[in-house]
């Protein structure tokens, strides 16, 4: 009798230590199950698979199309430890206080090694000895996310990325929703637009006009363009440079004059902008371009159809408005592109909207 008790005590034991084992198994399967599924994995513009093990918490960034795209986010301030000097100095960008790392194309690795960021953010082809740098900061645990956000055809896949490293899925989903709309209401306002109908357009730089000198923008080797190139193709026009070897060649009054464009757009960086109060600046190099004896023989100088424009990096569809509207105001006449850009400011970057955009005045 003693010894089938023995026996019957043995067996129960042996169940429950088994079910014990199957317990902690299935534990250690959830466990390593949720671990897995807090993981975040994305791809970035230069094709690396970046493994987050969570949302990121702390971020360095060195490009200010992302820094732009963080604010349409509402990712908080203290989720940012570094900027570039670029972003640094953006007043509408309000990163005034947030510590220096140096330039975007030259950052000072050590300062954002010893901010300890999660990450840092830049963009493709941020700088040269990009790869040696990237091991630096991976070697002592700080990921290098590079995002192409200025590129036009790259900006929704970037944005997204962001959204979903910071858990901003929603905002970045309403956002390119108003996003979309605005490049769909641009394009439906130029469809019936016919090839030969199309303006041919040079686009130059201001700051290499007052030396002289006139630089523009091909096609370039990225897959959707230049900034400038795709700019214009948003609003219509063709670009006389697309097809020049370099993405940014300096070019010649003579080959200018065999050209013949019909629009100039001068792309400004200090003339306009969200810190001038007024036109003065612009219109000065507007002068200068009509005044030139070559330019003036041109279609664009002999209609006087030279349209002064701020660079706007992060929003070349707006950028696409203001040249539409200069160059087909009819096509373009219930399109307002700076009450676009106002909505923009406010409701997006949540920021007062003022400054100066474009010259002439819209």
């Not at 513009?45 to 199309?65: M, R, T, Y």
């Not at 041919?200 to 900034?227: C, D, I, M, P, W």
């Not at 019909?262 to 792309?267: A, E, H, N, R, Y």
């Not at 105001?329 to 592109?337: A, S």
Request: aromatic share 6%.
């Amino acid at each position: 009798m003693m010894r089938k008790v023995g026996r019957l005590s043995f067996v129960i034991v042996l169940i429950l230590l088994m079910c014990i084992a199957a317990g902690c198994g299935e534990n250690d399967e959830q466990a390593v199950g949720e671990s897995d599924k807090n993981e975040i994995t994305i791809i970035d513009s230069s094709g690396a698979e970046i493994v987050l093990p969570d949302k990121l918490s702390k971020v360095a960034v060195l490009n200010p199309p992302a820094a732009e795209v963080l604010r349409i986010l509402q990712v908080p301030d203290e989720a940012i430890v570094g900027v570039s000097d670029s972003i640094q100095k953006n007043e509408y960008l309000g990163f005034e206080s947030i510590e220096s790392i140096g330039s975007s194309s030259t950052p000072n690795i050590e300062k954002i090694i010893e901010l300890k960021p999660d990450a840092v953010i830049t963009q493709g082809k941020w700088l040269t000895g990009s790869d040696e740098i990237r091991a630096k900061l991976e070697s002592v645990g700080i990921q290098v996310i590079a995002l192409d956000i200025h590129q036009i055809e790259k900006y929704d896949e970037c944005m997204n990325s962001l959204a979903k490293v910071f858990g901003k899925e929603k905002r970045a989903a309403d956002f390119l929703k108003w996003k979309s709309e605005q490049e769909k209401k641009l394009s439906d306002r130029l469809k019936s637009l016919k090839q030969e109908e199309k303006k041919r357009v040079l686009q130059l730089y201001a700051n290499k006009l007052v030396k002289n000198e006139f630089q523009t923008s091909s096609k370039g080797e990225q897959a959707g363009g230049t900034g400038p190139d795709q700019q214009i193709n948003m609003a219509g026009g063709i670009n006389v440079a697309k097809d020049l070897e370099q993405d940014y060649p300096t070019v010649s009054v003579e080959w200018i004059l065999q050209q013949n464009p019909d629009v100039l757009l001068i792309t400004s960086y200090d003339e306009l902008g969200y810190t001038v109060a007024n036109y003065d600046a612009a219109s000065k190099v507007r002068d200068l371009v009509l005044s030139n004896k070559a330019i003036a023989q041109t279609n664009a100088g002999k209609n006087k159809q030279v349209i002064v424009n701020a660079s706007m990096a992060s929003t070349p569809y707006i950028n696409a408005m203001f040249l539409a509207k200069g160059i087909y105001p009819e096509l373009m006449k219930d399109v307002e592109p700076q009450n676009v850009l106002k909505e923009y400011f406010e409701k997006w970057l949540g920021v007062p909207f003022k400054g100066c955009w474009v010259y002439p005045e819209q």
